[in-house]
Every structure is written in C-alpha cells, then in structure tokens.
C-alpha cells in the first residue's frame, strides 16, 4: 500500500478521521495478507494535519503491524491535506527523520525504512545504521547515474559501470517497439534524458532531444546519431 492518494480522507475530520484511518488500513492489510503470498508492505507519513502526535502515530504503527503488515516505509514528512496539493506536499512539510527514528527505537521488531529527501549513496548509507531500508524517490529518477555504484556499495555485487550511451543504446529496441506499436518517443525519452547531465554540453544534449521528441520529429536515426556522439565524447 503507498501514500499517493493524499485526498481520501479529506472529508472526514478529527479524531473520527484517524479512527477511519487505522481501521480501514488495518482492513486492506488484513485482507492482503489474507489473500497473498507476497510481503505486505506499507508507506505512510508521519502525520496528517494537526494529527501529527508520535503517540497517535506509533499507535498506527502499531494497529497496521498487528493487522499483518511485513514493512514500513515512512516518508519523513507529514502530509498538509488542508491547502497543499501533492506536489507541494513532497517539499513544504519539514523532514523530521528524528521522529522516524523514535518509531524505530519504539518498535525494534519491526521493519522501517526511511523515505524522504535522501539524494545519494552516501547519506543512504548512513541512514542504514538507524532504519532497516532507505526508499528513494525523486533522486534516483532524476539522477540515475549518481546510483550506479549502489549495488557494489551495499550488496558488495560487482557491476561494470554501463555508461549513458551504452544505456540509451541498449533502450532502442525498446524505443522502436513502442514506436511501432504507435506510442511516442516523449513517453520514454522524458525518462532517459535523465541518464545525460553534469558532462558538457548535457542541456544542449537534453534540449536537442526533448524538442525533437514534444514535436514527435524524434526517429531513431536522430536518437543513435546524439547517442554516438555522447560514446564519442565518453560517456
Ligand atoms: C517517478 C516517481 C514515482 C513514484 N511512485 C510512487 C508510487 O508508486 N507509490 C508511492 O507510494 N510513492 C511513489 N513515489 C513517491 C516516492 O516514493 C517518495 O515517497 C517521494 O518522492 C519522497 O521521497 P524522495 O524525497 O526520495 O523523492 C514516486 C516518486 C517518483 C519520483
């Protein structure tokens, strides 16, 4: 279960919202849990609106582990439902890992993994001595290749490091498929200009595609003809 849906309980109020919130997620989990042979897991915040107290929160911990729930993932932030839409709700509530960091300490049978503003291997790592996971969102996806060492780093599995070109190369087939099959190149580039940043010219290399790809003037030719010259270049 994740925390997309920032909206579904915007109706309710109070101490009958919690109430809802615990014993209707207990329910999903429940019935997950019954039905599944998977893990369970949950992704929750720390609090919603003035309902932010550790109390009730470690209290929804609690009533969600003893429903069956395997793993938690807690964004470090609470979710402001009253005048913040999702996008603002990923960056205007304050981080508070220390609270995250309570949870933990309360409950050390249980398994918690940090989320929420982590931006590399390093500070992953370090968070790795007080929670059981980390969960990276926006970094990884805007900055892929800042993660290439991440298996080595913690798994300590040896990967040879595949550079952009040697990605984007090894995407085509992919690209020609959902071309052929009538999608557009926007739906996937958007995601691989990602791979291209912090070597020269990388926004010249972004703009060139993007604009090509939004006019739907993006071919395969054009695609292989910027990725060789990235190869060329060294990345
Ligand atoms: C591309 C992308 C896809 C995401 N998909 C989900 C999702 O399916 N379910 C979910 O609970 N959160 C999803 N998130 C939110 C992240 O898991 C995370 O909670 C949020 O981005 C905050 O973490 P961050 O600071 O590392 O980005 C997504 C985020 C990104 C950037």
């Known amino acids: 279960m994740g925390c997309r849906s920032l909206c579904t309980f915007k109706k309710t109020t109070g101490t009958a919202k919690a109430r809802i919130r615990e014993t209707g997620t207990a329910k999903c989990i429940e019935s ?4 599944c042979t998977l893990p ?11 309902d932010d107290s550790f109390v009730n929160l470690n209290n929804f911990v609690r009533i969600i582990a003893n429903a069956g729930a395997d793993r938690f993932t807690v964004h470090a932030r609470k979710a402001i439902l009253k005048g913040l839409n999702p996008k603002q709700n990923r960056t205007i509530p304050p981080l508070n890992y220390d609270v995250v960091k309570k949870l933990k300490k309360s409950n050390p049978e249980l398994l918690i993994e940090i989320n929420g503003g982590l931006t590399n291997i390093d500070e992953s790592l370090k968070a790795l001595n007080d929670f059981d996971g980390v969960m990276i969102g ?4 805007k900055h892929p290749l800042r993660w290439s060492e991440i298996d080595q780093k913690i798994y300590r599995i040896n990967k040879k490091h595949k550079s952009a070109s040697k990605i984007i190369y090894s995407l085509i087939p992919y690209i020609e498929g ?16 990602n791979l291209v940043e912090g070597i020269p010219k990388a926004k010249i290399w972004r703009n060139q595609i993007s604009n090509k790809s939004i006019k739907k003037e993006l071919n395969i030719e054009y695609l292989l003809k910027l990725t060789t010259a990235l190869e060329e270049m060294g990345y």
């Open 178 to 193: 959902h071309l052929s099959n009538g999608g557009k190149s926007w739906d996937i580039c958007k995601h691989l200009i």
């Open 138 to 141: 926006r970094s990884i996806y």
């Open 32 to 35: 997950l849990k019954n039905n």
């Open 40 to 50: 369970v897991t949950i992704k929750h915040r720390i609090g919603v609106d003035n």
